[in-house]
C-alpha cells in the first residue's frame, strides 16, 4: 500500500523552504511522521551578510540545529525500509515557529501524527513555553507497547543538546532515565552541540548520531502511537514543564475578521487566512509581522512569554466568569462588529468586563474608509460596549481621544495595557477572606452568650469617665522614614 504525506524539509546545506512530497510503504500506521524534533529556536534575525562586499552570509543560528535534523533523518531512513523524496522527510522540523506566533496547521498535525517525539534537551528548551506546549501535546497521545512484555512505555527519544545538571529537569523529562553516556562519553560530557560544532570532535559526533538514530528506530517498532485527531488547539495547551523561568505569560488574542469572513462594506486587504493575521496599519510594522505578532514582540521585550489566539477560539473559556488563565490582550477590529456572531461576542465580553484583559482597538489614520467607518459603526459600538455609557470601569486604553491611529502609538500603548492587564491578574489570584453569609451571621449573634456592646457602651458613657493616663506613643525609626505605605499603587492599576 502507498501513501502520501506533505511535509517540510530542511536540507544538509541548510534550511531548505519548499513542500516535500514523501511515499510511504507498509500499511497506514506508517504514514506519518517518522519523528518530531522539538527544540528551543534561536530568536535571532535571517541571515544577513558579513564583511564589506556582503559575500560571507553569517549561518542561520539554528543551522547546526539543522544539520543535525538533516543528519539524523538520513541516518533513519538507511536503517529502514522508507522511500523518500529526500532524506529530511522521514522527520518534521518547524523553523518558523516564534514566541507568540501563532502554531501553523502543518506543525499541529505533525504533532499529532508523527511517530516518535525527539526533543533537544538544553537550559533554553525547558524555559520555552512553545516546546512545553509540543511536549504536552505528545503526551497526549496514548503510547501501546508492541511487544508482549510491555518494556517500551514511551514514544520520547531525549537528545542531550547542551549538558545540564539533571536535578534541574521537570519531572517530565526524569522520568525517562535515559543513560546518556551509553551515547559516548564525549557526547555526555559535551552535549550534540559541541559534537556538531567542533570538526575535531567528528568521530564523536558519527557515533552519537548512530546510536540516537538507531535508538529511535527501536523506539518506533516497539511502541505504537495513538493519533490525536483533536490537535486544532495545541496552541492553547499548558507547558509539560514546572519551569523556574520568572518570566510571566501573556495571551494575545484577537477578535477580527479574515479574508473570507471580511463584511462586505470592507476592505479584505488588511486582513489575511486567520484572524490572526490582521494588520490593519498602513504603514504597518517594519518587518511586516501581523499585529498580533508585533505586540507579541514588544511583551517579549518586557519578558512576558507572549502566545496569539483567535479569541473566537477561546471565547467561552474568557467569558464563562471562572477566573483568569493568564493576563491577555485583546486585539479588537471595530469593523467586525458588522458580523453578528462577532458583535455579540463583543457584547457579552463587555457584559462579563474580565479586568485582566486589556482591550486595544486599533482605528488606522490612514485608512481610506475610516470616515465611513466612523458612520456605520458608531451606533453599534455604543450599543455594545454598553457598559461605558453607564460609567463601568472598562479594561479598555483607546478611549474617544486615544483611538491608536498609527502603528507607533499602538505600540506605545501595548506595554501600559499588558502591564495593566499583569496586575489585574495577579490581583485576581491573590486569596480572599472567606465571606460569611449575613443570614448565619445574624444567627451566630442571636445565639451568642456576649453582652450587647451597643449597652455596654451606653452604659460607659453614662456615668463619669474616670481618669487614666494616655499612653505617648513611641517615636519611629528615622531609618523606616522613607518606606511607602502598604497600599502604594502603581500607576496604571486597576
Known sequence: MASTIDGRGVGCMGPVEREVRVTVRGGSSNE????????????????????????????????????????LCALITELNDIAVAVPSGVGFMDRHLRPGVQWTAELSQALAYCRVFVPLYSPRYFRSVNCGQEWQAFSRRQVFSSRPDGRRTSAVVPVLWVPQDSGSLPKCATG?????????????????????????????????????????????????????????????????FETTDASPRLRISVLAGDRRSAPPERSSSCYGETPSEWQPYDPGPDDGLSLAEHAARIAGELDFQASIHVFDDEADTVLSGSGPVAPELMLFDRWSLLNPIKRDLARKFDRVNPGWVSMLRPWCRNDPQREQGEQLLRDLEAETFASRRRGASKPSFDDVQLQLPTIETFSEMVPRA????????????????????????????????KPNLSAVRSKQW?????????????????????SPPADSRVEGTT
Open 32 to 71: 506519518r511522521p517518522y519523528i518530531f524534533l522539538s527544540y528551543a529556536h534561536a530568536h535571532d534575525p535571517l541571515p544577513v551578510p558579513m564583511g564589506g562586499d556582503g559575500s560571507r552570509p553569517r549561518p542561520h543560528p539554528d543551522h547546526l540545529v539543522h544539520k543535525f535534523f538533516a543528519d
Open 176 to 240: 525517562l532515565q535515559y543513560k546518556h553516556v551509553e551515547f559516548g562519553p564525549a557526547y555526555a560530557q559535551e552535549g550534540m552541540y559541541s559534537l556538531a560544532r567542533f570538526g575535531y570532535l567528528q568521530d564523536a559526533y558519527d557515533y552519537a548520531l548512530n546510536r540516537i538514530a538507531r535508538e529511535i528506530v527501536a523506539v518506533a517498532a516497539e511502541t505504537k502511537v495513538v493519533v490525536d485527531h483533536h490537535h486544532g488547539a495545541y496552541s492553547a495547551l499548558p507547558s509539560a
Open 418 to 449: 499588558a502591564i495593566r492587564a499583569w496586575h489585574a491578574y495577579q490581583s485576581q489570584r491573590r486569596p480572599t477572606s472567606p465571606t460569611v453569609p449575613l443570614g448565619v451571621l445574624a444567627q451566630d449573634r442571636a445565639a451568642s452568650s
Open 462 to 482: 453614662a456615668a463619669p469617665a474616670p481618669s487614666v493616663a494616655v499612653p505617648v506613643p513611641p517615636i519611629p525609626d528615622p531609618s523606616h522614614a522613607g
